[in-house]
Structure formats: structure tokens, C-alpha cells
């Protein structure tokens, strides 16, 4: 009698076709917290500012760029090309904003270095891509600083910007643990130009705050009065009854990076700094 041939079976968690079923749900979506709470911890990361904006808000030079091979172009007179060219000077224009976070995070990086690495405070975290992503990790890495990537898996326009630290560059395939680690460890969020998700990340930390989902005060910064002005309306809200006043005051505003530094460092320094740490100037 021929003997069987023994069949090895692996533990389920190095059966690749289990952990990608539906079963294992559960499973993947552990992973997305724990992976990034290590790595972390590792890195002596003790909490951060979170910096929000358009992933199609380029570096001016790369908008100028654009603008220049438009006006060398052929068939000028065609409407495509007209409205081609009216989309890369508004690109251009609102490239001012990607220099803006870029400058912001490197002067609020450049702070946070002053309190030390045991733990390292005010850490500049993005959602990893480009746009205004990469003008918040360049900024904090120009620094000197080390700067966190939250990517999240998507067909068009996300990728890792190339200055996240590795070891702090996390890849995400659930949106509400990416919004968990979003949320966890911030201390502070500024918000710069932006769309859709732009504007799904802004209002998930408003009502956080504003239902006191949150165990700690997190400030909120809405830069560029002039874009958000027109695309929100702030005051009619509170006109309409369906926010308050208070509600509102959850919000800051500021048009200049030097407004913008001021009020996240008194914020800071007055919610979440203890005095002896503070860095005399």
C-alpha cells in the first residue's frame, strides 16, 4: 500500500490566500494599528501636528513650468488650449500655498527640535503624498526633523513623497485607521487649500471635537481665509443655528506663515507645553 504523501499546512497567518479573504478582515484592519503604534514608539514620536491640503498643489517652479510649455505651444487659438491656460495660471496661483506649508513646517519643526528627542514633540505628520503633503514633510525634513507619511492606498494621485523618514512611512488600506492615527497622536491641525478629502479629513476633526470624542484639545488652523471663504461658508452656519458660536471659536484663521506659527505656538505652549520646558528667546 503506497503511503501518502504528508501535506504540511502553514499557520493561517502565513496563508496568504486567508489573510486577503473576507474572514480576515479583522485581522488586516489589527495590523494598521499596531504596525504604526510600534514604529512609533520606536521612534520616540510622542505626538504631532497634523498638516492637511491639496495632493494637486504643486512647487511654483513646477507650475511656472507648465505654464511655459502652454505658451510655446501650437494652436493657441483653440478653446482647449485657452482653458489649458487658464488652469495652469490658477495652478500657479495657488502653488503659493505649497511654499507656505513647506516654509510652516520647517519653522515649526525647527521649534519642536528645541524640547529634545525623549519624547520628540510636535512631530509634522502628512497623508504622505504629494501637493501640500510633500511641502509639509519637505519643510520638517529641511529642518532637520523627522517627518511621518499616513499613504493611503488609491488608483490616482497617492504615492509616498520622497521626504517622509522610512522608518516613519506607513502605508494604509482602510480610510478610518488612517483617520485614527490622523487623530491619536495630533495636537494640532492646520489645513491648507483643498477638495474633497481635504475638507472629509477637516469636518471628521470637527465633530470629534465638537461631540468630545476627544481626550485632548487639539487646535484647528484654517490657512487661507481667502479660498475657504469662498467654498465654506463659516458664518452662515453659526446664522443658521446649525453650529454655535462656541462651535465656531473651535476654529483659527490665519493668511501668513507668521500668523500661522504664532497661533500654533501659543496654542501649543498654552495647552499642551509645561512651563519649565519652554525655551526661553
Known sequence: MARRKKIVQPPAYRDGVFMESLAARPVRI???YIDPLVRMRREGVGDTIVIFGSARIGPPEQAQARLKRLARARHKASPQHRAAVRQARAVLEMSRYYQAARE???RITAWSLTFGEHP?????CSGGGPGIMEAANRGAAEAGGKTIGLSIELPREQRPNRYINSELNFQFHYFFMRKLWFAQLAKALIIFPGGFGTMDELF???TLMQTGKLGH????LIYG??????????????RAGTINQREYGLLQFADTVDDAFRHIRRGLEKFHVSPDTLVQE
Open 30 to 32: 489589527l495590523t494598521e
Open 104 to 106: 510652516l513646517s520647517r
Open 120 to 124: 520628540r514633540r510636535f512631530v509634522v
Open 204 to 206: 471628521e476633526m470637527l
Open 217 to 220: 484639545r487639539i487646535l484647528i
Open 225 to 238: 481665509r481667502s479660498y475657504w471663504d469662498r467654498v465654506v461658508n463659516w458664518r452662515e452656519m453659526v
